[in-house]
C-alpha cells in the first residue's frame, strides 16, 4: 500500500477542513487526486473506496459538502491506524525498576509546584526547595525524575543541594533515573549523576566508570577517574591517566591515586609534587594518609634548604619548598615538626627571597597544634629582630599562664608604631572575638566562648594607653572605673550609633552598668540622624533593648524622623517593648567576673 499517496491525500483533506467543509465542493485540487485513487484501487479495493468518496465531496453541492468531507476524513484516518507498526528496531531488554517503597499519598496539585521549581527558572527556587524538604514533599517517587534532572541546573546552590540532601535519601530508587539521565559526553550535572551512581550502588560499576573515564567528556572523565581510586584493581588504569595530556584529568588520576595509597602510587604522587604538576599535587599529596609519602616529602624539603643555604636556583628551591610545606597540612607527625624548626632555627633562611616560606613555616607550626611546636615557637620571640613575635604570641597562650604571657610580651607594646609592636597587635585582633561578629553568633556557636584564651587584666590598661578601643572593648571583664571612664570619654564626641567602634564601646559601658551609658547610646543614635540608618544590626539592637523604660518616648520622636521604614518599624517595636516592661525598668544582667564582653554577649543573646 502507497502510504507516501496517504499522508498526502490526509494533508488536502486538513486543509480543506481548516478551510471550511463549504469550500470542498468542486475543489480542484482535490479533484486531481480521484484517477490517481481508481488506478490504486485495482490492487488494493480501499483505494476505490476512498476515490468514490472523494467524488462525492467534489460533486456534492455546497450546503453537503461538509458532511462529505467528514466522511472522507474519517476513512483516509481509519486507513492510516491500520498501517501503524508496533514493533521496534531496537534490541528488547529487561525493564528496569525497583521495588518502590516510596507513598504517592500528597495529591499532584501539592508536589506540581515543587516539580516546576526543580524544572524551571525563577527566583526563590532554592528557598523553596529547602522548604518542600523540610515538609517531606520530595518523599515520594513521582519527584525523582526532576530532581535528577535538576542536578543540570545553571544556578549551582540548586544541584548541590539535591546532591548533598535529597537525591541520596532515595537511596537504590534514585537508580533507574540516574542511569537513563546520564551522558558520558555531558557537563557538570552528569558528573553530579555519576557520583551519586556510585554512591548508591551496592557495589560499584567498575564497567560504567571506565566507560565514562575513556569515552567520557573532559568533566566527566575526570569525575570516573577519581572515583577508580576505591578501586585497587583500577590502580594501572589510574597511572596511565595521571600522565593525560589534560591537566584535569591528570588532577582527578592525582586524587585518586592519594586514596589507593599503594607503593606505585605514592611514588607518582611524589614525582607530580616534584615535578610540572606541583601545583595540583599539593591537595592529593595532603590527603594522603601514607606516612612514607610524608616522609618523602619532609627530605624534599631538606634537600630544598640545603640549596637556599648555599643559594642555589634560589626561585626554584623557594617554589618546591613551599610545595613541601602546603602539602604537610594536617600531618601531626614529630617529623613535621623537626622539619619547620629546622627550617626557622636556620639563619640562612630567613632571608628577603624567602619571606613566603617563611611565612608559611610558621602558620604550619601553629596548626600542628603540639607542645613541642608550640614550645619551639614560643623561643621565637627574640629571633631575627622579633619578626616571628605574633607566631610566638600565639603559641605562648596555649601553653603559659597568662601573667607569664604578659611580662613576656607587655614590653614590646610600648610604642606600636614599631615593628614587632605592629605584629604584636595584628595577632592580638586575630586571638580576640570581633564583637560584631560575637552579637551575631552568640545564639548558634555555644562553645565559642571556651576557645578564646584568658587575658591577664594588665593587657586592658596597656590598650587604654596605646588607645586602641577595639581591643579594650574585648577585653572587657567586669566593672572598673578606669576603663568606663576611658571608654566614656571617647564615646562623648562620637556622631552616631552605626560606628563599629562606638557601638562597641557602647556595649562594653553597658555590659559594665556604667551610669553615663543609656544617655550617650540616645545622644550617639540621635547625632547618627535617621537618614542614613537603614535597618538595626545585633549590637545596635542590644544597646537600644537595655535602655530604662523612660527612653521609649525620646526613642518613638527619633523613629519619626528615620526615613527608611523597615529601621523605623524595629525602634517603634523597641520602643513598644521598654513601654510594655514592668517598672523599674528590667536591666540586663551586668558582667560577671571573668566571664568577659563576649560570654556576656552570648549569654544575653541565647
Known sequence: MSIPILVELQQEVRRLLIAGGGMAADDLRLSKWIPQLERLGGSAPVFHRLAEAAGSVVKSEPGGSAAKLLELNALVQ????????????????????TDARLATALPYRKLRPLIEALTQKGQGRLEQLRQAYEEALFEDFRVIPAAVAALDDSYADIPEFLQRHVIPQYGAEAVPALRRQFRPDGGKGDTRRLELLHGLLPEPDTKLLLTAAVEGSTEVRAAATELLGDDPAQEAFVLEQADDKK??????????LSRLGTAAAMARLYRALTGKDRDIAIEPVRLCEANDLTLSVIADAERQLERIVRRTAMEEAVSQ?????????????????????????????????????????????????????????????????????????????????????????GGDLKDKKRPAAKELLRALYELTQPLDEAAGYASEDGGASERQPAWDPRWI?????????????????????????????????????????????????????????PELVMQALEKGGGRQLYYLDRVQQLLLTSLPNAYADRLRQFAETVTYSSAKNELLEIAELMTARPEPAADLEPIQKGQGLWGWIKSTMS
Request: aromatic share 6%; charged share 25%.
Open 461 to 517: 590598661y596597656r590598650f587604654a594607653a596605646l588607645d586602641e578601643e577595639e581591643l579594650v572593648c574585648r577585653l572587657v571583664t567586669g566593672p572598673d572605673r578606669k576603663i568606663a571612664a576611658y571608654l566614656i570619654k571617647k564615646c562623648e564626641g562620637a556622631s552616631g550609633l552605626s560606628r563599629g567602634h562606638t557601638a562597641h564601646m557602647l556595649l562594653a559601658l553597658t555590659a559594665m552598668q556604667a551610669p553615663e551609658t
Open 321 to 409: 619548598l613551599l610545595a613541601d610545606i602546603a602539602s604537610l597540612h594536617g600531618k601531626r607527625m614529630p617529623e613535621t615538626a623537626g622539619l619547620l624548626q629546622k627550617l626557622l632555627s636556620t639563619p640562612e633562611f630567613i632571608v628577603p627571597e624567602t619571606e613566603a616560606a617563611q611565612e608559611a613555616a610558621a602558620a604550619l607550626l601553629l596548626e600542628l597544634d603540639m607542645p613541642e611546636a608550640d614550645r619551639f615557637a614560643v623561643t621565637l620571640h627574640e629571633a631575627y629582630g622579633r619578626k616571628f613575635i605574633g607566631c610566638s604570641l600565639k603559641a605562648a597562650v596555649k601553653i603559659l599562664p597568662p601573667a607569664d604571657v604578659y611580662e613576656r610580651y
Open 247 to 256: 591537566k584535569e584529568i591528570r588532577r582527578a588520576a592525582l586524587y585518586a
Open 78 to 97: 481509519s486507513v492510516m491506524y491500520t498501517q501503524g507498526r508496533t514493533e521496534t528496531k531496537e534490541e528488547r531488554v529487561p525493564l528496569e525498576g
